[in-house]
Nanobody, 123 residues
Framework: VQLQASGGGLVQAGGSLKLSCADS????????LGWFRQAPGKEREFVSS????????VYASSVKGRFTISRDNAKNTVYLQMNDLKPEDTAVYYC?????????????????WGQGTQVTVSS
């Protein structure tokens, strides 16, 4: 599995970004996918996860209602649409492939990680 995240950048508070993560080895279509983030000096934290068929999702309370996760298995890509961004959303965002088909918020359930993409939200 080789994951390539993209779409990060600098945006003002209230703005939007859409992250993408492509699995170039095309091995994650039967696995749940997730997004995590890590701010400077903080632990990596869960953001969102989606089941392998895409019908089941879960979000961290801090992003629920603002972020939307989706996936296109034909393109082996997972997306994270981020709206109404806040300065506290500033972090490096990582995509990950789970060992399982069901969505999960636990870091330990994820076996492959992308390289991360920086999101910076200015106030």
């Amino acid at each position: 599995v080789q994951l390539q995240a993209s779409g990060g950048g600098l945006v003002q508070a209230g703005g939007s970004l859409k992250l993408s993560c492509a699995d170039s080895k095309r091995t994650s279509s039967n696995n749940a996918l997730g997004w995590f983030r890590q701010a400077p000096g903080k632990e990596r934290e869960f953001v969102s996860s989606i089941s392998w068929r895409g019908g089941d999702t879960v979000y961290a309370s801090s992003v629920k209602g603002r972020f939307t996760i989706s996936r296109d298995n034909a393109k082996n890509t997972v997306y994270l649409q981020m709206n109404d961004l806040k300065p506290e959303d500033t972090a490096v965002y990582y995509c990950a492939v789970s060992r399982y088909s069901v969505r999960s918020s636990s870091r330990e359930d994820y076996q492959y990680w992308g390289q991360g993409t920086q999101v910076t939200v200015s106030s």
